[in-house]
């Protein structure tokens, strides 16, 4: 998989350049399952979570390093790429926080973890 992201590819023909993004688009698909994971973490952590706690220098800082690495892309086409990133990030931690509180509800006895 890391393959698909540091190899160079040269397709010569739609088939091949469909099979060459397909292997992008796979490693593409776990980096951000993996990146929404650690941003639940860190929404676990904040004092202030969720929406309310975006930090929007260090968003804007995050694009500004992206596009250094990605040039051709440029601060103004990832910009709302990475918002759309961070926005699934907090969706998610959000439909997690929800569960895991309507858990602890559904359990007499018990009271849900804060997260």
């Known amino acids: 998989m890391v393959g698909a992201l540091t190899r160079r590819e040269t397709p010569d023909s739609v088939v ?4 060459a993004i397909d292997r992008v688009d796979a490693a593409l698909a776990v980096l951000l399952e ?8 860190i929404q676990r952590l904040k004092p202030v979570g969720g929406f309310a706690g975006r930090d929007a ?3 804007r800082s995050l694009v500004a390093e992206m596009a250094r ?9 990832l910009g709302p790429i990475m918002n759309a990133v961070i926005e699934a990030g907090l969706h998610l931690a959000e439909e997690r926080r929800s569960a ?16």
């Open 16 to 19: 091949a350049a469909r099979e």
């Open 34 to 41: 993996r990146r929404a994971e650690l941003a639940g973490t």
């Open 57 to 59: 220098d260090r968003e």
């Open 69 to 77: 690495r990605a040039p051709v892309l440029g601060e103004a086409r």
């Open 100 to 115: 895991s509180r309507e858990r602890g509800a559904e359990t007499p006895g018990t009271e849900a973890s804060p997260e």
